[in-house]
């Protein structure tokens, strides 16, 4: 994606005729780069994968506040695309949801999610997750859209009750979040594609819905294309990537410890000069030398 693209906002993309939005799930700078240029247009900072890469832990509370803020602003600085950050509970009360939503936006969030779970929380498709009341989470809903400086920073309210009351108290979660006030409703782990299809005859006509795709979790992988399709505009994998890499940093870490070199795994690694191509080192070059002593100054555009 070039400077000159006009970037549209996730709630543009969203409100568009027909269309649907796939955010591939990234955890820093890089991953964000990369995925912007193959032509996605929205990401999601997993709040999961920053946990398993930055800590080297799995999904359970652990990552803070401030490290997710850091990570967005690190990729805001990179990338213009639109973000959607994975908020875990807000980290706290209502007066902890109004911080967190105006620390993110001000960091770079295009939207936060946040979800009903109890303390500690985890991934939604562990088993031994714990609610919050219904009516404090939609305190929390109201507190997030009063704390937002923009109306186009769009705020996602999760419900995980399935997993803990049952299919119809989530739909009535559901209910409950969207008339707070949520932008986009996220209802977390359905079990089946008939669970999804009563979600999306529910609500889909109301508020936009979220399809949360997590390769081995409870509910069945399915294209971006065929849940648009049944109604969910906003589709994400948000694992997806780390689960990648992780076969490849290990199958790289076996190689370099059994062989004792690269040469071995050559052929599945970017060159020097590649990699510092995609990362926008000549550009990079070329700016820098306009600010050299005795340099022209550029012409304004």
Do not use: W
């Not at 990552?63 to 950050?85: F, G, H, K």
């Not at 306009?290 to 022209?296: C, D, K, L, N, Q």
């Amino acid at each position: 994606m070039s400077a000159e693209t006009e970037v549209k906002s996730l709630k543009q993309l969203l409100a568009a005729e027909g269309g649907g939005v796939l955010a591939p799930g990234v955890y820093d700078a890089f991953g964000a780069l990369l995925a912007t240029q193959a032509g996605f247009e929205a990401l999601y900072l997993s709040g999961a994968s920053v946990a398993y890469t930055r800590l080297g832990r799995p999904d359970v509370g652990l990552v803070s506040a401030a490290e997710v803020a850091d990570t967005v602003a690190l990729i805001r600085d990179r990338v213009a695309t639109p973000l959607i950050v994975d908020g875990d509970t807000g980290f706290g009360n209502a007066m902890n949801v109004k911080r967190t939503v105006r620390v993110f936006e001000r960091a770079g969030a295009s939207a936060i999610q946040l979800e009903d779970q109890g303390f500690p929380k985890r991934c939604g498709h562990l088993k031994g997750k714990t609610l919050i009341a219904a009516e404090e989470m939609v305190g929390k809903i109201r507190a997030a859209t009063d704390a937002r400086a923009s109306e186009e920073t769009l705020i996602i309210a999760r419900t995980d009750a399935i997993a803990v009351d049952g299919f119809e108290a989530a739909l009535e979660r559901g209910e409950m979040y969207v008339a707070a006030g949520a932008d986009v409703l996220f209802i977390e782990a359905p079990a089946s594609l008939e669970q999804m299809d009563v979600i999306a005859r529910r609500f889909s006509g109301r508020i936009p819905l979220l399809a949360n795709m997590v390769e081995g979790g409870q509910t069945p992988i399915n294209s971006a294309d065929d849940l648009h399709a049944r109604g969910f505009g906003l589709v994400i994998f948000p694992g997806g990537l780390a689960r990648a890499v992780l076969r490849q940093m290990q199958a790289y870490f076996a190689s370099l410890h059994a062989t004792r070199s690269n040469k071995a795994f050559a052929d599945r690694m970017a060159l020097f000069d590649e990699l510092n191509g995609v990362i926008g080192l000549p550009e990079l070059l070329e700016e820098s030398a306009t600010y050299e002593p005795g340099a022209r100054p550029r012409a304004a555009e």
